[in-house]
T-cell receptor, first 109, second 117 residues
């Protein structure tokens, strides 16, 4: 069975600081990996995905993630946090799509 | 084009009642998946339908059921409601076809928030 572990249920960063959200996966087959973001009272929106090929994946809003097979990781980063990045972030492995518990990102002015 | 539409957005029921939630996928999408989101358990997979057939099922009791119609619209039903069924129910659609269908992006609706009293 596939599973995802997100380290840290809540991460707080200062505006302009590096954002790092950690995700480790377990999969018996080559995984398809995703990061989604959820703003309050909304559904989930895709940030980026990894299927095959280049292991560094760029997404929307300046986010990127690197697939590291040896570490079974797919951490999400952004060089400089913005207030509008405050939301809940979910890592997921497919298929079917199985989510981690989520990490709530707070951005401090 | 229109996104994934879920109705109703909010509803309140009492224990023992049943509820039906509806999902209209993006035009052309043939796969519909349902998820339950709660503060304690996070996002949990309920089931996936493709071309009117249930393709995958999560670990939920038989009180939770779903179906998909020929136009790809989907409904899920929860019978004999319990307090613990209070949650945000999210529907997502994708193209869903082909050997690499797992790589397809799921597009989510805004959800139906169910409160059970």
């Amino acid at each position: 069975a596939q599973s995802v572990t997100q380290l840290g249920s809540h991460v707080s960063v200062s505006e302009g600081a590096l954002v790092l959200l950690r995700c480790n996966y377990s999969s018996s087959v080559p995984p398809y990996l995703f990061w989604y973001v959820q703003y309050p009272n909304q559904g989930l929106q895709l940030l980026l995905k990894y299927t095959t090929g280049a292991t560094l994946v760029k997404g929307i809003n300046g986010f990127e993630a690197e697939f590291k097979k040896s570490e079974t990781s797919f951490h999400l980063t952004k060089p400089s946090a913005h207030m509008s990045d405050a939301a809940e972030y979910f890592c997921a492995v497919s298929s079917p799509l199985v989510f981690g518990k989520g990490t709530r990102l707070s951005v401090i002015a | 084009k229109a996104g994934v539409t879920q109705t109703p957005r909010y509803l309140i029921k009492t224990r023992g009642q049943q509820v039906t939630l509806s999902c209209s996928p993006i035009s052309g999408h043939r796969s519909v998946s349902w998820y339950q989101q709660t503060p304690g358990q996070g996002l949990q997979f309920l089931f996936e339908y493709f071309s009117e057939t249930q393709r995958n099922k999560g670990n939920f009791p038989g009180r939770f059921s779903g179906r998909q119609f020929s136009n790809s619209r989907s409904e899920m039903n929860v019978s004999t409601l319990e307090l613990g069924d209070s949650a945000l129910y999210l529907c997502a659609s994708s193209l869903g076809a082909g050997p690499r269908s797992g790589a397809n992006v799921l597009t989510f609706g805004a959800g139906s928030r169910l409160t059970v009293l």
